[in-house]
């Protein structure tokens, strides 16, 4: 290389170097502040390229965007005496770098204000309500109510709580095996009640249907009567009308329906022929017709 080109590519480097000492960039989701000898002097929280003293002058540098405190599960003490165990977590923002800068320094302080702010919102807050209304009912609305007040608390540090939530409600590990048998039981005796309820209530029907069924076969047996003995008097009418008109035709109908029953096929009958029981079967000259035994 030669000499001629040292100086210019000297000249060069130092300028930049100058360059690098007396700017610095600002992004868009950064902020800044320069700090002289320890004190802020001046806050930067658009994006762009600004000068500052080399050396004597320092920027530090804060995150715009939205940033994720998770707070470590604590409990505390509901307005039903139930010890609950809640894991929070909540989403904020540095909206005054030179306040947060003065008050809290860094994310590490930044994150123990939140701590001691949210969490006493939440103790307080939750502490009112019972854990049926943490738990479902009124969760939201509790949730609107712990973001808003500690986010007026946290003003005061440059921060913004834009959201506070609650990740997981649990009661203590050692409270949870009394609850389940508090539980347990609870419903075992609304069973019984039930189950007693149940058998009473079908006593009751199986009562009522015995008796209606009783009611139900006394009115047919009543019926049933009415109608055979109305039948039997019909039936005895109707003998003694036709025994009445023709004697002889009665008896020969009688003595053919006794036939009927007494003599089938195969069947043998040891009796006189003159009895008076075959009279209808003898022939004129008086002799038994059939050949019967």
Avoid at 21 to 50: D, H, K, M, S
Avoid at 112 to 134: A, F, K, P
Wanted: with cysteine; hydrophobic share 40%; net charge positive.
């Amino acid at each position: 290389m030669e000499r001629r080109w040292i100086i210019p590519i000297g000249v060069f480097f130092l300028a930049m170097l100058v360059w690098n000492l007396c700017t610095f960039t600002v992004r868009q989701w950064t902020q800044a502040i320069v700090v002289q000898l320890g004190q802020p002097i001046n806050t930067y929280q658009e994006p762009g390229l600004f000068l500052k003293l080399p050396l004597i002058q320092e920027v530090l540098y804060f995150d715009k965007r939205l940033l994720l405190y998770d707070a470590a599960p604590k409990e505390l003490l509901t307005k039903d005496k139930q010890q609950l165990v809640v894991d929070t977590f909540s989403r904020w923002r540095i909206i005054d770098p030179l306040k947060y800068y003065t008050t809290v320094r860094d994310e590490a302080g930044a994150q123990s204000r939140l701590d001691d702010i949210i969490y006493s919102n939440v103790r307080e807050n939750l502490g009112r309500q019972t854990i049926q209304e943490i738990v479902s009912s009124r969760r939201a609305e509790l949730m609107q109510e712990i973001t808003k007040r500690s986010d007026q608390k946290a003003r005061e540090f440059g921060i913004e709580i834009v959201d506070v939530r609650i990740r997981r409600a649990d009661l203590p590990e050692k409270n949870e095996q009394n609850v389940f048998r508090r539980m347990r039981a609870e419903r075992e005796r609304l069973a019984k009640k039930f189950r007693a309820e149940g058998d009473e209530e079908a006593r009751k029907i199986r009562s009522q249907a015995e008796k209606e069924g009783k009611i139900i076969l006394a009115e047919a047996k009543k019926k049933a009567e009415i109608i055979r003995g109305e039948a039997d008097a019909q039936a005895v009418k109707i003998f003694a009308d036709a025994y009445g008109r023709d004697l002889e035709f009665f008896e020969l109908q009688r003595s053919l329906a006794a036939y009927e029953k007494s003599i089938g096929e195969g069947t043998k009958l040891v009796v006189s022929p003159r009895s008076e029981f075959f009279r209808y079967l003898r022939s004129m000259d008086g002799k038994a017709a059939g050949g019967a035994e």
